[in-house]
Nanobody
Framework: QVQLVESGGGLVQPGGSLRLSCAAS????????MGWYRQAPGKQRELVAA???????NYADSVKGRFTISRDNAKNTVYLQMNSLKPEDTAVYYC??????????????WGQGTQVTVSS
């Protein structure tokens, strides 16, 4: 069974840091782009950061300079290092990955979500 499993969320004070991890498991041929999205209460899900298989990245303007996305292709894992966290970063964070289960057959997968709360 192919799945994405996230970890690393929690409660942190403003200015603090957290690191999210997302590991893809199962019978996977290859992984293309991976990314992190977030959804705050009453708001739409939004892209936070994404990274291609070649390592190119893009970020939402609201997190540029504070968050860093990276991936370990050997471990099928994507990370999101979040520094200088603000209360407005509070949301459920979801991992997303474009997984090829066989050559040419790409599917969009989502993790179950992990809560990040920034509060004093």
């Amino acid at each position: 069974q192919v799945q994405l499993v996230e970890s690393g969320g929690g409660l942190v004070q403003p200015g603090g840091s957290l690191r999210l991890s997302c590991a893809a498991s199962g019978s996977i041929f290859s992984i293309n782009a991976m990314g992190w999205y977030r959804q705050a209460p009453g708001k739409q899900r939004e892209l936070v950061a994404a990274i291609t298989s070649g390592g190119s990245t893009n970020y939402a303007d609201s997190v540029k300079g504070r968050f860093t996305i990276s991936r370990d292709n050997a471990k099928n894992t994507v990370y999101l290092q979040m520094n200088s966290l603000k209360p407005e970063d509070t949301a459920v964070y979801y991992c997303n990955a474009e997984l090829e289960l066989a050559a040419g057959y790409e599917y969009d997968y989502w993790g179950q979500g992990t809560q990040v709360t920034v509060s004093s």
